[in-house]
């Protein structure tokens, strides 16, 4: 298992892991990049990833922080692994909220950006659909408001209805 996050937020948890007295697993491998000027194919085998082996790569919380061409650098390489998987978040465009809530999100990001963690993409869930089956993804699942709602929070349906965040996985197939 490998455990890939940006140097500073890394070098963090392994510093509270220690403060806690906490020793991790054998089997975790600990593997800094920063996204937007690495690539994760170069950082996973330094780190003794085998990418001729199918994995999984859980991917939450990393993808609004990053631009559209790091990210889809990323999504190349998830799908250049043999039978890969992986799972990522990401929100719409502001354009597709409704004006009552488009406020909201604005004042959210706002405040993302100041604790200096702006938002740097969006995706129409119909974009991001394409190109993942453009790289090669075939089983394709995207969990939107409502059914974060249903299927994490334990609701019947969300409270704000209509674009927000989504949790996606999609399947890799090898030819």
């Known amino acids: 298992m490998f455990e890939v996050d940006h140097p500073v937020t890394q070098a963090w ?3 509270r892991l220690e403060e806690l007295g906490y020793v991790a697993p054998a089997s975790l491998t600990f593997a800094s990049i ?32 990053l631009r559209s061409v790091a990210i889809m ?11 890969s998987e992986v799972v990522f978040d990401y ?10 809530r488009r406020a909201e999100m604005v004042a959210l990001g706002k405040r993302a950006s100041e604790r200096g963690e702006p938002w740097l993409s969006h995706f129409d869930p119909n974009d991001i659909a394409c190109k993942l089956k453009g790289l090669g993804f075939e089983d394709l699942e995207d969990v939107d ?8 929070l334990g609701g019947g349906t969300a409270k704000s209805p209509g674009a927000g965040p989504h949790v996606i996985r999609a399947r890799h197939i090898s030819d």
């Not at 650098?73 to 039978?83: C, K």
């Open 91 to 100: 929100s719409e465009p502001l354009e597709n909220y409704p004006p009552e």
């Open 13 to 15: 948890k392994l510093r």
């Open 145 to 152: 408001l409502d059914g974060i709602a249903v299927r994490y």
């Open 73 to 83: 650098a990323t999504l190349r390489y998830i799908a250049s692994v043999p039978e």
């Open 34 to 65: 920063d996204f937007e000027s690495q690539e994760l194919g170069n950082c996973l085998q330094d780190a003794g990833f085998e990418p001729d082996r199918s994995a999984f790569f859980l991917w939450l919380g990393v993808v609004p922080y």
